[in-house]
């Protein structure tokens, strides 16, 4: 059979990686997403911004990272394959430093769900990897063993992972993320030192 053609999957992870930054979950080439088409990986190039990208420029990886054609891919690919080896329903990785959960993500162990909604996605709580250095293997290796079989971490000092089994899916959990760790941040205000 054929190779089917990747190009319906390049635009999809285009236009994913544009609406993080349209919904102000990223700013310029900030953040990184992924999705797995059988044996390849589909990830978002390295330093390109959101609204200068094209489907042409995504990169195609295999899971051990190897570039299948050409590009440069994401700094951060070792955590999209190991989080894709770790986790084989999986089929799509986002990650962003979405303002509100990067803050959590720099002050706290974890990020408390306040609010019902919240803890239909992710539980009481999303956790935060230990901190590792940005683009590294020890990274990739804290955020498998934080997010377990679940849909949510952050990052120490550095933002936001969550996981699908659709682009749609990772995205939409990218952006309830943001806005657990908002409302959070606001009723710790207004609850006062
Ligand atoms: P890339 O442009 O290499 O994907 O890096 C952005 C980033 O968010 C690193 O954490």
């Known amino acids: ?48 911004p959101y609204y200068f990208l094209r ?30 080896r770790a986790r084989p329903e999986v089929r799509a990785v986002v990650h962003t430093h979405s303002p509100y959960a990067t803050a959590v993500a720099c002050s706290l162990p974890s990020l408390p769900v306040l609010h019902d909604e919240g803890r239909i996605f992710f539980g009481g709580e999303i956790p935060v990897a230990e ?5 590294t293997w020890e990274l990739a ?6 997010l377990g079989k679940g849909r949510a971490i952050l990052l120490s000092r550095h933002g936001v992972l969550t996981v699908g089994k659709t682009l749609d899916e990772a995205v939409f959990l990218a952006e309830k993320v943001e806005e657990a760790a908002q409302l959070f941040l606001l009723s710790r205000d207004w609850r006062g030192p």
Do not use: C
């Open 1 to 48: 059979m054929p190779t089917p053609s990747l190009r319906p999957f390049r635009v999809k992870v285009t236009k994913a990686y544009r609406t993080l930054g349209e919904r102000g979950l990223i700013t310029h080439s900030s953040g990184n997403v992924s999705l797995r088409v059988g044996e390849a990986i589909l990830i978002t190039p390295t330093g390109i």
């Open 55 to 84: 489907p042409a420029q995504i990169v195609v990886i295999d899971k051990e990272g190897g570039v299948r054609g050409f590009g440069r891919p994401s700094s951060e690919w070792r955590v999209h394959v190991a989080v894709l």
């Open 131 to 135: 901190h590792a250095p940005p683009g």
């Open 141 to 146: 290796q804290r955020a498998v063993a934080a």
